[in-house]
């Protein structure tokens, strides 16, 4: 068998590219001089690195904190394509092709933040309300106090305050909270604990329609902030190339090609935070949390280049083939986002959501390596594995604002913050590095 006429299609995603050269030698006795079309069905499995996102936790002090996420796509990948000949020109053949793909994945990530002593925790909505907090402990080995007053206001009113505090003597401990709801939709809630006249630490948290804060300071062991991230991911791509092929020698065909192509990822996230305060002398303390529902989609428009080698084994009648591809495309990113908020039960819808948009370039580069096995009469089956690195993919970076002061001389560890609602944005529509790998199998026939 001659592999000298056998044709090689410009297609990505696909094994048109790669299953050709068997079609072409079964198509006819004299493949060159004959037009050649194929039609080919692609399946498989596909891994995917998406972009690391701020989980929105702020923490300092002693422990084993994740600040960002990581998510890990597991997905199902569908593809068509279509290519054929348009001609010769000269010794080389004229090869064309288009071919759609899909895929969809889940990706599910978890970090747990865990405080191991001293320390502090921030934890804000897109834009937090307008509160004031006043978190103070004192430990000096034989007395332990701990205070948290808690204000939100509203139109320059106080709507609610929760006030706690408590003191310890070196054999004893302590520990008391308060939810206090406000004259709206809202609820105020202070916490504090101090144990063997030697720790001592203070929480406080707000929630309304206007937004969230929760604040930990002082002596935090034993305190975790779980956030939980479900994610669905769709990656959608069409591509359209024209180019040229021709054999280097009995057994080695080359080709490359160019064209246009289009691409779009969109990530629906959804997002749990759930801070537990360990229990202190029997004392339980209630649930508090926030969760998000976030979408981001990245379109891409541009162009593609790609060249390929494919060896035929006359033996075997097996084709073994490389192809790489590099891409430019500009993008228009989109993000939007609402919050709901969770103190001691009692659910709060914020008002305040989040839409962005981001506009830029990104590059792409990928490889591919296959091997086609001859099938009955005009039909190829092919396997391939491939790598892609995308150097843009839409992603999320979150902001603490407005920041905490933190007064921590001598035996005082305190936290002092102040939020005026509208006043700070949080959430910001964000970009980073994707990787995504396939593993396919699909099926080629001419015509």
Sequence with gaps: MNIKGALLLGSCFTALIISSPVLAQDASADPVADAFSALSLTGGASVLALPGMRTGVFTDGAGTFSPFSNPLGLGAQIGLSFGGTLGKTGDWDIISGLSLSAVIASANSTTVDTF???GVVVIQS???????FNL????DGANASADSVIDITDTGANVANATTGVTSVPAGTSAAFGVTPTAGDGFAFSGVTS?????AAAYGATADTSGFTFIGVGDLEGLTVTTNASETVLMASGDINIGVGGAADESTYLQAYIGPSARHIGRNIDTSIAVDIPE????????IGMNRSEELNGDY???LLGIGVSRFDETSGIVYSLTGEGGVYAYGFSYTGNETFNIAGNTVTSATTVSEQSNGVAWLARAQAAMTLPMSGNSTL?????????????SITRAQGPAVVINQAGNDYDADYTSVAGANANSHISFGEMWSFGATASWTTSF
Excluded: K
Aim: no cysteine; aromatic share 10%; glycine share 16%.
């Design 195 to 199: 144990s063997g006249g030697s720790t």
């Design 382 to 394: 092919t396997f391939a594995g491939s790598a892609e690195y995308l150097s843009r993919a839409p």
């Design 116 to 118: 191991t002593g001293q």
């Design 126 to 132: 897109y834009s937090p309300g307008t509160a004031t």
């Design 301 to 303: 428009i541009g162009g």
């Design 136 to 139: 103070d402990t004192t430990r």
């Design 280 to 287: 202190v002398n029997a004392t339980i303390f209630p649930e």
